[in-house]
Protein backbone atom coordinates (compact mmCIF):
# COMPACT_ATOMS: atom_id res chain seq x y z
CA UNK A 1 0.00 0.00 0.00
CA UNK A 2 1.10 3.39 -1.36
CA UNK A 3 1.28 6.78 0.30
CA UNK A 4 -1.07 8.20 -1.76
CA UNK A 5 -4.40 6.96 -2.08
CA UNK A 6 -5.69 5.29 -5.55
CA UNK A 7 -8.95 7.26 -5.91
CA UNK A 8 -6.93 10.72 -5.38
CA UNK A 9 -7.70 13.21 -8.08
CA UNK A 10 -4.32 15.11 -8.13
CA UNK A 11 -5.95 18.61 -10.28
CA UNK A 12 -7.84 18.99 -6.43
CA UNK A 13 -5.95 21.04 -4.47
CA UNK A 14 -8.33 20.16 -1.65
CA UNK A 15 -7.56 16.63 -2.22
CA UNK A 16 -3.72 17.11 -2.46
CA UNK A 17 -3.53 19.37 0.55
CA UNK A 18 -3.88 16.72 3.44
CA UNK A 19 -1.49 14.84 2.12
CA UNK A 20 1.08 17.81 1.92
CA UNK A 21 0.45 18.43 5.02
CA UNK A 22 1.22 15.36 6.17
CA UNK A 23 4.70 15.43 5.13
CA UNK A 24 5.46 18.93 6.32
CA UNK A 25 4.73 17.80 9.94
CA UNK A 26 6.65 14.73 10.19
CA UNK A 27 9.28 14.06 12.61
CA UNK A 28 12.64 14.26 11.04
CA UNK A 29 14.86 13.18 13.10
CA UNK A 30 16.67 10.07 11.29
CA UNK A 31 17.66 9.05 7.68
CA UNK A 32 15.11 6.42 7.95
CA UNK A 33 12.49 8.93 8.54
CA UNK A 34 14.32 11.28 5.74
CA UNK A 35 14.22 8.62 3.17
CA UNK A 36 10.41 7.47 4.01
CA UNK A 37 9.12 11.34 3.67
CA UNK A 38 11.28 11.79 0.19
CA UNK A 39 9.69 8.43 -1.40
CA UNK A 40 6.46 9.74 -0.26
CA UNK A 41 6.75 13.27 -2.03
CA UNK A 42 8.32 11.31 -4.92
CA UNK A 43 5.25 9.40 -5.21
CA UNK A 44 2.72 12.13 -4.36
CA UNK A 45 4.48 14.47 -7.00
CA UNK A 46 4.04 11.12 -9.79
CA UNK A 47 0.57 11.83 -9.18
CA UNK A 48 0.67 15.65 -9.10
CA UNK A 49 3.14 15.84 -12.78
CA UNK A 50 0.90 13.43 -14.72
CA UNK A 51 -2.38 15.42 -13.56
CA UNK A 52 -0.60 18.92 -14.75
CA UNK A 53 0.65 16.79 -17.90
CA UNK A 54 -2.35 15.37 -19.36
CA UNK A 55 -4.16 19.13 -18.74
CA UNK A 56 -1.09 20.55 -20.87
CA UNK A 57 -1.17 17.77 -23.73
CA UNK A 58 -5.02 17.93 -23.98
CA UNK A 59 -5.09 21.67 -24.50
CA UNK A 60 -1.67 21.49 -26.67
CA UNK A 61 -4.06 18.90 -28.67
CA UNK A 62 -7.02 21.50 -29.27
CA UNK A 63 -5.91 25.47 -27.97
CA UNK A 64 -9.27 26.27 -29.06
CA UNK A 65 -10.97 24.07 -26.75
CA UNK A 66 -12.49 26.57 -24.17
CA UNK A 67 -13.34 23.57 -21.54
CA UNK A 68 -9.55 21.95 -21.92
CA UNK A 69 -7.87 25.26 -21.80
CA UNK A 70 -9.83 26.46 -18.53
CA UNK A 71 -9.29 22.95 -17.14
CA UNK A 72 -5.47 23.37 -17.88
CA UNK A 73 -5.29 27.49 -16.80
CA UNK A 74 -7.35 26.52 -13.31
CA UNK A 75 -4.41 24.09 -12.50
CA UNK A 76 -1.98 26.87 -13.65
CA UNK A 77 -4.14 29.19 -11.22
CA UNK A 78 -5.22 27.21 -8.73
CA UNK A 79 -2.91 24.25 -7.60
CA UNK A 80 0.49 25.19 -8.76
CA UNK A 81 0.74 28.15 -6.70
CA UNK A 82 -0.19 26.38 -3.37
CA UNK A 83 2.20 23.31 -5.04
CA UNK A 84 5.21 26.61 -4.97
CA UNK A 85 4.63 27.54 -1.64
CA UNK A 86 4.09 23.78 0.15
CA UNK A 87 6.94 22.62 -1.66
CA UNK A 88 9.06 25.28 -0.43
CA UNK A 89 8.02 24.20 3.02
CA UNK A 90 9.04 20.59 2.70
CA UNK A 91 12.36 21.15 1.16
CA UNK A 92 13.25 23.77 4.14
CA UNK A 93 12.30 20.47 6.67
CA UNK A 94 13.96 18.37 4.86
CA UNK A 95 17.58 20.31 4.97
CA UNK A 96 16.89 21.16 8.68
CA UNK A 97 16.53 17.51 9.84
CA UNK A 98 19.88 16.95 11.69
CA UNK A 99 20.17 13.71 10.03
CA UNK A 100 20.21 15.34 6.52
CA UNK A 101 24.56 15.34 6.68
CA UNK A 102 23.83 11.29 6.96
CA UNK A 103 22.36 10.54 3.79
CA UNK A 104 24.31 8.66 1.32
CA UNK A 105 25.69 11.23 -1.51
CA UNK A 106 25.95 9.00 -4.24
CA UNK A 107 21.98 8.00 -3.52
CA UNK A 108 21.11 12.03 -2.61
CA UNK A 109 23.93 14.28 -3.77
CA UNK A 110 22.32 15.45 -6.93
CA UNK A 111 18.93 15.96 -5.37
CA UNK A 112 19.99 17.41 -2.19
CA UNK A 113 21.85 20.06 -4.26
CA UNK A 114 19.17 21.17 -6.27
CA UNK A 115 16.84 21.39 -3.03
CA UNK A 116 19.49 23.87 -1.70
CA UNK A 117 19.26 26.12 -4.85
CA UNK A 118 15.06 26.17 -4.76
CA UNK A 119 15.54 27.11 -1.51
CA UNK A 120 17.93 29.72 -1.81
CA UNK A 121 15.73 30.94 -4.96
CA UNK A 122 12.60 30.60 -3.72
CA UNK A 123 10.29 33.85 -2.83
CA UNK A 124 6.51 33.54 -2.00
CA UNK A 125 5.70 36.61 -4.05
CA UNK A 126 7.09 34.94 -7.29
CA UNK A 127 4.29 32.40 -7.26
CA UNK A 128 1.54 34.66 -8.64
CA UNK A 129 4.10 35.89 -11.20
CA UNK A 130 5.15 32.48 -12.12
CA UNK A 131 1.31 31.79 -12.78
CA UNK A 132 1.38 35.18 -14.48
CA UNK A 133 3.86 33.84 -16.94
CA UNK A 134 2.35 30.61 -17.97
CA UNK A 135 -0.69 32.16 -18.40
CA UNK A 136 1.59 34.46 -20.72
CA UNK A 137 2.79 31.50 -22.55
CA UNK A 138 -0.45 29.95 -23.31
CA UNK A 139 -1.68 32.39 -24.89
CA UNK A 140 1.73 32.36 -27.09
CA UNK A 141 0.50 28.80 -27.95
CA UNK A 142 -2.81 30.22 -28.44
CA UNK A 143 -2.09 33.03 -30.97
CA UNK A 144 0.47 30.48 -32.93
CA UNK A 145 -2.02 27.33 -32.84
CA UNK A 146 -4.72 29.83 -34.47
CA UNK A 147 -2.34 30.96 -37.52
CA UNK A 148 -3.95 29.58 -40.85
CA UNK A 149 -3.20 30.60 -44.18
CA UNK A 150 -5.39 29.86 -47.54
CA UNK A 151 -2.82 28.69 -50.17
CA UNK A 152 -3.42 27.58 -53.31
CA UNK A 153 -7.24 27.43 -52.91
CA UNK A 154 -6.80 25.60 -49.45
CA UNK A 155 -6.60 26.29 -45.62
CA UNK A 156 -3.16 25.64 -44.15
CA UNK A 157 -1.49 25.44 -40.74
CA UNK A 158 1.86 27.40 -40.79
CA UNK A 159 3.23 23.76 -40.16
CA UNK A 160 1.45 22.39 -43.58
CA UNK A 161 3.16 25.72 -45.53
CA UNK A 162 6.54 24.07 -45.26
CA UNK A 163 5.98 21.44 -47.96
CA UNK A 164 5.89 24.63 -50.10
CA UNK A 165 9.18 26.07 -49.42
CA UNK A 166 11.16 22.91 -51.12
CA UNK A 167 9.12 22.83 -54.52
CA UNK A 168 11.62 23.56 -58.09
CA UNK A 169 9.43 26.61 -58.72
CA UNK A 170 11.17 29.80 -57.24
CA UNK A 171 7.84 31.84 -57.62
CA UNK A 172 5.60 29.13 -55.93
CA UNK A 173 8.15 29.08 -52.84
CA UNK A 174 7.85 32.94 -52.95
CA UNK A 175 4.25 33.12 -52.95
CA UNK A 176 4.45 30.49 -49.92
CA UNK A 177 7.27 32.07 -47.97
CA UNK A 178 5.58 35.20 -48.14
CA UNK A 179 1.92 34.14 -47.16
CA UNK A 180 3.26 32.35 -44.17
CA UNK A 181 5.30 35.35 -42.79
CA UNK A 182 2.78 38.06 -44.01
CA UNK A 183 0.20 36.07 -41.63
CA UNK A 184 3.01 36.21 -39.00
CA UNK A 185 3.24 39.85 -38.85
CA UNK A 186 -0.50 40.45 -38.30
CA UNK A 187 0.06 39.26 -35.07
CA UNK A 188 3.44 40.61 -34.62
CA UNK A 189 2.70 43.37 -32.43
CA UNK A 190 0.64 41.34 -30.47
CA UNK A 191 3.43 38.62 -30.01
CA UNK A 192 5.79 41.56 -28.82
CA UNK A 193 3.58 42.81 -26.15
CA UNK A 194 3.20 39.34 -24.72
CA UNK A 195 7.05 39.16 -24.78
CA UNK A 196 7.62 42.42 -23.65
CA UNK A 197 5.41 41.59 -20.36
CA UNK A 198 7.22 38.62 -19.77
CA UNK A 199 10.36 40.14 -19.89
CA UNK A 200 8.92 42.53 -17.16
CA UNK A 201 7.81 39.94 -14.97
CA UNK A 202 10.84 37.94 -15.25
CA UNK A 203 13.15 40.67 -14.18
CA UNK A 204 10.44 41.20 -11.23
CA UNK A 205 10.87 37.76 -10.50
CA UNK A 206 15.01 37.74 -10.71
CA UNK A 207 15.42 41.17 -8.10
CA UNK A 208 13.00 39.50 -5.53
CA UNK A 209 15.13 36.72 -5.37
CA UNK A 210 18.14 38.85 -4.97
CA UNK A 211 19.49 38.82 -8.56
CA UNK A 212 20.61 41.78 -10.56
CA UNK A 213 19.14 39.88 -13.90
CA UNK A 214 16.72 36.87 -14.98
CA UNK A 215 19.63 35.25 -16.64
CA UNK A 216 21.55 34.90 -13.41
CA UNK A 217 18.37 33.73 -11.35
CA UNK A 218 17.61 31.19 -14.46
CA UNK A 219 21.21 29.65 -14.62
CA UNK A 220 20.48 28.53 -10.72
CA UNK A 221 16.90 28.21 -11.05
CA UNK A 222 18.16 25.71 -14.11
CA UNK A 223 20.71 23.98 -11.64
CA UNK A 224 23.04 24.67 -14.55
CA UNK A 225 26.37 24.13 -12.28
CA UNK A 226 28.61 22.41 -14.47
CA UNK A 227 28.94 25.37 -17.08
CA UNK A 228 28.58 29.52 -16.86
CA UNK A 229 27.56 32.34 -19.08
CA UNK A 230 30.88 32.70 -19.83
CA UNK A 231 31.20 28.98 -21.27
CA UNK A 232 28.09 29.68 -23.27
CA UNK A 233 29.82 32.86 -24.60
CA UNK A 234 32.33 30.53 -25.78
CA UNK A 235 30.50 27.86 -27.47
CA UNK A 236 28.70 31.09 -29.53
CA UNK A 237 32.34 31.96 -30.62
CA UNK A 238 33.08 28.77 -31.34
CA UNK A 239 29.41 28.61 -33.79
CA UNK A 240 30.70 31.98 -35.31
CA UNK A 241 34.52 30.75 -35.96
CA UNK A 242 33.92 27.10 -37.24
CA UNK A 243 30.22 26.54 -38.50
CA UNK A 244 29.43 30.12 -39.94
CA UNK A 245 32.42 30.25 -42.72
CA UNK A 246 31.13 26.45 -43.77
CA UNK A 247 27.68 27.68 -43.82
CA UNK A 248 28.14 30.49 -45.73
CA UNK A 249 30.54 28.47 -48.18
CA UNK A 250 27.46 26.38 -48.76
CA UNK A 251 25.30 28.91 -49.33
CA UNK A 252 27.86 29.97 -51.68
CA UNK A 253 27.64 26.67 -53.63
CA UNK A 254 23.80 26.93 -53.28
CA UNK A 255 23.70 30.33 -54.81
CA UNK A 256 25.44 29.12 -57.84
CA UNK A 257 23.94 26.11 -58.53
CA UNK A 258 20.81 28.02 -58.05
CA UNK A 259 21.87 29.90 -60.74
CA UNK A 260 20.56 33.15 -58.90
CA UNK A 261 21.74 36.38 -58.17
CA UNK A 262 21.01 36.15 -54.47
CA UNK A 263 19.81 34.11 -51.86
CA UNK A 264 16.64 34.90 -50.35
CA UNK A 265 14.43 32.88 -47.24
CA UNK A 266 12.57 30.61 -49.71
CA UNK A 267 15.84 29.52 -51.65
CA UNK A 268 17.33 27.61 -48.60
CA UNK A 269 15.16 24.55 -48.62
CA UNK A 270 14.55 23.67 -52.29
CA UNK A 271 17.11 20.67 -53.49
CA UNK A 272 19.74 22.67 -55.11
CA UNK A 273 19.39 20.22 -58.73
CA UNK A 274 16.04 20.97 -58.85
CA UNK A 275 14.72 17.53 -57.33
CA UNK A 276 11.61 17.58 -56.21
CA UNK A 277 10.88 17.69 -52.26
CA UNK A 278 11.77 14.34 -50.10
CA UNK A 279 9.08 12.72 -49.28
CA UNK A 280 9.22 10.43 -46.61
CA UNK A 281 5.60 8.98 -46.22
CA UNK A 282 2.18 9.96 -46.96
CA UNK A 283 0.71 9.67 -43.85
CA UNK A 284 1.20 9.55 -40.00
CA UNK A 285 0.76 5.23 -39.98
CA UNK A 286 3.08 4.91 -43.02
CA UNK A 287 5.61 7.46 -40.86
CA UNK A 288 5.43 5.22 -37.83
CA UNK A 289 4.87 2.22 -39.31
CA UNK A 290 9.18 3.24 -41.07
CA UNK A 291 9.99 4.35 -38.06
CA UNK A 292 9.67 1.35 -35.84
CA UNK A 293 11.58 -1.00 -38.74
CA UNK A 294 14.54 1.41 -38.70
CA UNK A 295 14.69 1.31 -34.67
CA UNK A 296 14.16 -2.46 -35.13
CA UNK A 297 17.21 -2.56 -37.40
CA UNK A 298 19.27 -0.73 -34.85
CA UNK A 299 18.65 -3.06 -32.43
CA UNK A 300 15.51 -5.11 -31.11
CA UNK A 301 15.63 -3.30 -27.73
CA UNK A 302 14.84 0.18 -29.30
CA UNK A 303 12.16 -1.43 -31.54
CA UNK A 304 10.36 -2.67 -28.98
CA UNK A 305 10.39 0.33 -26.73
CA UNK A 306 9.26 2.17 -30.12
CA UNK A 307 6.29 -0.03 -30.52
CA UNK A 308 5.25 0.12 -26.95
CA UNK A 309 3.84 4.02 -27.76
CA UNK A 310 1.74 2.49 -30.45
CA UNK A 311 -1.14 2.25 -27.91
CA UNK A 312 -3.50 4.53 -29.28
CA UNK A 313 -2.56 6.89 -26.38
CA UNK A 314 0.78 7.75 -26.74
CA UNK A 315 0.84 9.57 -29.80
CA UNK A 316 -0.58 12.44 -31.52
CA UNK A 317 1.58 13.75 -34.44
CA UNK A 318 -0.81 14.50 -37.17
CA UNK A 319 -1.05 18.72 -38.11
CA UNK A 320 -4.10 20.41 -37.53
CA UNK A 321 -5.95 23.31 -37.57
CA UNK A 322 -6.15 24.70 -33.54
CA UNK A 323 -3.27 22.60 -32.65
CA UNK A 324 -0.18 24.07 -30.59
CA UNK A 325 3.15 24.78 -33.14
CA UNK A 326 5.94 22.51 -32.54
CA UNK A 327 6.93 18.96 -31.00
CA UNK A 328 7.67 17.50 -27.37
CA UNK A 329 7.29 14.40 -25.40
CA UNK A 330 6.26 14.25 -22.28
CA UNK A 331 6.01 12.38 -19.44
CA UNK A 332 3.00 10.34 -17.62
CA UNK A 333 5.16 10.24 -14.63
CA UNK A 334 2.45 8.19 -11.94
CA UNK A 335 2.32 5.36 -15.13
CA UNK A 336 5.44 6.32 -16.15
CA UNK A 337 5.01 6.32 -19.51
CA UNK A 338 5.97 8.70 -22.55
CA UNK A 339 3.69 10.60 -24.62
CA UNK A 340 5.05 12.09 -27.46
CA UNK A 341 3.31 15.65 -29.59
CA UNK A 342 4.25 17.15 -33.00
CA UNK A 343 2.71 18.17 -36.67
CA UNK A 344 3.87 15.64 -39.08
CA UNK A 345 2.94 17.63 -42.53
CA UNK A 346 5.22 14.51 -45.01
CA UNK A 347 8.54 16.40 -44.41
CA UNK A 348 11.89 15.05 -44.24
CA UNK A 349 11.97 17.32 -41.50
CA UNK A 350 9.16 15.38 -39.57
CA UNK A 351 11.12 12.21 -39.94
CA UNK A 352 14.13 13.74 -37.59
CA UNK A 353 11.30 15.16 -35.24
CA UNK A 354 9.46 11.53 -35.08
CA UNK A 355 13.10 10.43 -34.53
CA UNK A 356 14.15 13.01 -32.18
CA UNK A 357 11.20 12.76 -29.86
CA UNK A 358 11.30 8.91 -29.73
CA UNK A 359 14.86 8.97 -28.46
CA UNK A 360 13.26 11.19 -25.42
CA UNK A 361 10.75 8.40 -24.96
CA UNK A 362 14.03 5.73 -25.07
CA UNK A 363 15.30 7.56 -22.08
CA UNK A 364 11.95 8.05 -20.19
CA UNK A 365 11.62 4.30 -20.75
CA UNK A 366 15.61 3.74 -19.52
CA UNK A 367 15.13 5.55 -16.56
CA UNK A 368 11.79 4.31 -15.66
CA UNK A 369 12.87 1.94 -13.17
CA UNK A 370 14.18 4.67 -10.91
CA UNK A 371 12.44 4.62 -7.85
CA UNK A 372 12.13 8.48 -7.13
CA UNK A 373 10.89 11.33 -9.36
CA UNK A 374 13.78 13.29 -9.04
CA UNK A 375 16.30 10.94 -10.14
CA UNK A 376 14.22 9.73 -13.30
CA UNK A 377 14.19 13.75 -14.38
CA UNK A 378 17.71 14.29 -16.60
CA UNK A 379 19.29 17.79 -17.08
CA UNK A 380 17.72 19.24 -20.20
CA UNK A 381 21.48 18.95 -21.54
CA UNK A 382 21.73 15.13 -21.74
CA UNK A 383 17.71 14.81 -22.46
CA UNK A 384 18.65 16.11 -25.56
CA UNK A 385 21.46 14.28 -26.35
CA UNK A 386 19.32 11.31 -26.03
CA UNK A 387 16.98 12.73 -28.76
CA UNK A 388 19.41 14.12 -30.95
CA UNK A 389 22.05 10.88 -31.18
CA UNK A 390 18.80 8.58 -32.38
CA UNK A 391 18.75 11.82 -35.37
CA UNK A 392 22.19 10.29 -36.34
CA UNK A 393 21.64 6.68 -35.50
CA UNK A 394 19.11 6.37 -37.82
CA UNK A 395 20.92 7.40 -40.89
CA UNK A 396 22.28 3.64 -41.84
CA UNK A 397 18.19 3.05 -42.53
CA UNK A 398 17.05 5.78 -44.07
CA UNK A 399 16.41 3.28 -46.89
CA UNK A 400 13.12 2.23 -45.36
CA UNK A 401 11.55 5.89 -46.45
CA UNK A 402 13.51 6.40 -49.03
CA UNK A 403 15.93 5.05 -52.07
CA UNK A 404 19.61 4.71 -52.23
CA UNK A 405 20.00 8.14 -53.74
CA UNK A 406 16.95 10.09 -51.71
CA UNK A 407 18.92 8.40 -48.59
CA UNK A 408 22.01 10.00 -49.20
CA UNK A 409 20.31 13.25 -49.95
CA UNK A 410 18.56 13.05 -46.33
CA UNK A 411 21.33 12.42 -45.04
CA UNK A 412 23.54 15.16 -46.37
CA UNK A 413 20.26 17.53 -45.30
CA UNK A 414 20.47 16.48 -42.05
CA UNK A 415 24.61 16.68 -41.90
CA UNK A 416 24.10 20.05 -43.26
CA UNK A 417 21.48 20.95 -40.94
CA UNK A 418 23.54 20.54 -38.00
CA UNK A 419 26.07 23.06 -39.19
CA UNK A 420 23.09 25.62 -39.63
CA UNK A 421 21.95 24.71 -36.49
CA UNK A 422 24.53 25.15 -33.69
CA UNK A 423 24.54 29.29 -35.28
CA UNK A 424 21.21 29.56 -34.76
CA UNK A 425 21.51 27.89 -31.24
CA UNK A 426 23.84 30.52 -30.60
CA UNK A 427 21.83 33.51 -32.23
CA UNK A 428 19.04 32.72 -29.72
CA UNK A 429 21.20 31.83 -26.30
CA UNK A 430 22.52 35.11 -27.15
CA UNK A 431 19.56 37.11 -27.75
CA UNK A 432 18.44 35.81 -24.52
CA UNK A 433 21.12 36.54 -23.04
CA UNK A 434 21.08 40.47 -24.32
CA UNK A 435 17.61 40.65 -23.58
CA UNK A 436 17.56 39.62 -20.03
CA UNK A 437 20.90 41.09 -19.00
CA UNK A 438 19.57 44.75 -20.47
CA UNK A 439 15.71 45.39 -18.86
CA UNK A 440 14.36 48.00 -19.68
CA UNK A 441 15.37 48.19 -23.22
CA UNK A 442 13.14 49.37 -26.07
CA UNK A 443 11.34 47.24 -29.24
CA UNK A 444 13.87 48.56 -30.96
CA UNK A 445 17.13 48.37 -29.13
CA UNK A 446 15.59 44.72 -29.46
CA UNK A 447 15.39 44.56 -32.97
CA UNK A 448 18.89 46.37 -33.46
CA UNK A 449 20.57 43.49 -31.50
CA UNK A 450 18.39 40.55 -33.09
CA UNK A 451 19.67 42.33 -36.59
CA UNK A 452 22.92 42.24 -35.35
CA UNK A 453 22.90 38.88 -34.16
CA UNK A 454 21.48 37.58 -37.42
CA UNK A 455 24.67 39.48 -39.44
CA UNK A 456 27.03 37.51 -36.92
CA UNK A 457 25.35 34.36 -37.36
CA UNK A 458 22.73 33.70 -40.10
CA UNK A 459 22.74 32.68 -43.74
CA UNK A 460 24.16 34.49 -46.31
CA UNK A 461 20.61 36.27 -47.46
CA UNK A 462 19.44 38.51 -49.46
CA UNK A 463 16.40 40.52 -47.17
CA UNK A 464 15.63 43.90 -49.51
CA UNK A 465 12.00 44.29 -49.43
CA UNK A 466 11.38 42.30 -46.93
CA UNK A 467 13.36 43.51 -43.49
CA UNK A 468 10.04 43.18 -41.51
CA UNK A 469 10.15 39.78 -41.80
CA UNK A 470 13.30 38.90 -40.97
CA UNK A 471 13.24 41.46 -37.75
CA UNK A 472 10.42 39.21 -36.59
CA UNK A 473 12.05 36.08 -37.19
CA UNK A 474 12.80 35.01 -33.00
CA UNK A 475 8.50 34.89 -32.68
CA UNK A 476 8.67 31.49 -34.17
CA UNK A 477 10.81 30.40 -31.69
CA UNK A 478 8.83 29.09 -28.75
CA UNK A 479 11.61 28.40 -26.27
CA UNK A 480 11.67 31.83 -25.86
CA UNK A 481 8.28 32.78 -24.65
CA UNK A 482 7.21 29.72 -22.56
CA UNK A 483 11.00 27.94 -21.55
CA UNK A 484 13.34 30.90 -21.22
CA UNK A 485 16.93 30.14 -21.38
CA UNK A 486 15.94 27.20 -22.39
CA UNK A 487 17.88 26.49 -26.04
CA UNK A 488 22.26 26.45 -25.22
CA UNK A 489 20.79 23.14 -24.20
CA UNK A 490 20.58 21.89 -28.16
CA UNK A 491 23.50 22.62 -28.44
CA UNK A 492 25.30 21.35 -25.41
CA UNK A 493 23.60 18.18 -26.43
CA UNK A 494 24.27 18.11 -30.44
CA UNK A 495 28.07 17.92 -29.83
CA UNK A 496 27.22 14.88 -27.11
CA UNK A 497 24.99 13.29 -29.83
CA UNK A 498 27.67 13.50 -32.60
CA UNK A 499 30.06 11.73 -29.97
CA UNK A 500 27.65 8.86 -29.92
CA UNK A 501 27.23 8.87 -33.65
CA UNK A 502 30.95 8.53 -33.88
CA UNK A 503 31.11 5.85 -31.66
CA UNK A 504 28.71 3.97 -33.78
CA UNK A 505 30.74 4.78 -36.60
CA UNK A 506 33.44 2.44 -34.86
CA UNK A 507 30.86 0.01 -32.87
CA UNK A 508 27.25 0.89 -33.05
CA UNK A 509 26.93 -2.28 -30.33
CA UNK A 510 29.49 -0.02 -27.86
CA UNK A 511 27.85 3.48 -28.69
CA UNK A 512 24.38 1.66 -28.00
CA UNK A 513 25.62 0.32 -24.95
CA UNK A 514 26.87 3.82 -23.29
CA UNK A 515 23.57 5.39 -25.08
CA UNK A 516 21.60 2.91 -22.75
CA UNK A 517 23.79 2.81 -19.64
CA UNK A 518 23.84 6.74 -19.62
CA UNK A 519 20.25 6.88 -19.86
CA UNK A 520 19.69 4.80 -17.44
CA UNK A 521 21.15 6.83 -15.03
CA UNK A 522 18.37 9.95 -15.56
CA UNK A 523 18.99 12.62 -13.35
CA UNK A 524 20.35 10.76 -10.17
CA UNK A 525 24.11 12.43 -11.79
CA UNK A 526 25.38 14.98 -12.41
CA UNK A 527 25.51 16.84 -15.81
CA UNK A 528 29.65 15.98 -16.50
CA UNK A 529 29.11 12.35 -15.14
CA UNK A 530 26.04 11.31 -17.33
CA UNK A 531 28.53 12.05 -20.27
CA UNK A 532 30.87 10.44 -18.57
CA UNK A 533 28.95 7.28 -18.78
CA UNK A 534 28.58 7.21 -21.94
CA UNK A 535 32.20 7.80 -23.04
CA UNK A 536 31.47 11.74 -24.07
CA UNK A 537 33.73 14.72 -23.00
CA UNK A 538 31.59 17.33 -21.63
CA UNK A 539 33.34 20.24 -23.48
CA UNK A 540 31.87 22.68 -26.24
CA UNK A 541 34.80 24.95 -26.53
CA UNK A 542 36.53 25.76 -30.05
CA UNK A 543 38.72 23.00 -30.19
CA UNK A 544 35.54 20.03 -29.58
CA UNK A 545 33.40 21.73 -31.97
CA UNK A 546 35.63 21.76 -34.93
CA UNK A 547 36.82 18.39 -34.11
CA UNK A 548 33.29 17.59 -34.49
CA UNK A 549 32.35 19.24 -36.88
CA UNK A 550 35.52 18.42 -39.13
CA UNK A 551 33.62 14.84 -38.79
CA UNK A 552 30.59 16.04 -40.31
CA UNK A 553 32.73 17.72 -43.22
CA UNK A 554 34.37 14.30 -43.80
CA UNK A 555 31.23 12.23 -43.43
CA UNK A 556 29.76 14.93 -46.08
CA UNK A 557 32.39 14.72 -48.82
CA UNK A 558 31.70 10.81 -48.80
CA UNK A 559 27.94 11.31 -49.75
CA UNK A 560 26.94 11.78 -53.13
CA UNK A 561 25.56 15.44 -54.06
Known amino acids: MGFVPSELNATSWEQLEPLYEDLVTRSLENVEQLETIIKDESELREWVSEAGSRLYVAMTCATEDEDKKNAYLDFVENVEPKLSAIGDRLNRRIMESPAIDKLDVETYGVMIRDIRADIEIFREENIPLRTELTKLGQKYEEICGSMMVTFEGEERTMQQMGKFLQVTDRNTREQAWKVVWERRAKDADKIDNLYEQMLVIRH ?148 ETMVHEAGHAFHAIYSSGLDLIDHRDPPIEYAEVAAMSMELLVHPHLEEFYSKTDGDRARRTHLEGIVSLLPWIATIDAFQHWVHTNPGHTK ?65 EKALENYAQSMKLGGSKALPELFNAAELEFSFDPETVRHLIDAVQEKLADLPA
Open 444 to 508: EERTEIWRDLRLRFGADVEWDGIEEMRDIGWHRQLHLFTYPFYYIEYGIAQLGALQIWLQSLESV
Open 204 to 351: QIAINAGFENYRDYAFVAKHRFDYTPTDCADFHAAAEQICVPLGRNLDKQRKELLDVNSLRPWDLGVDVYGRPPLKPFNDVEEMVTGTSKMFHKISNELGTMFDSLRDGKSLDLDSRKGKAPGGYQISFDRIRRPFIFMNATGLQRDL
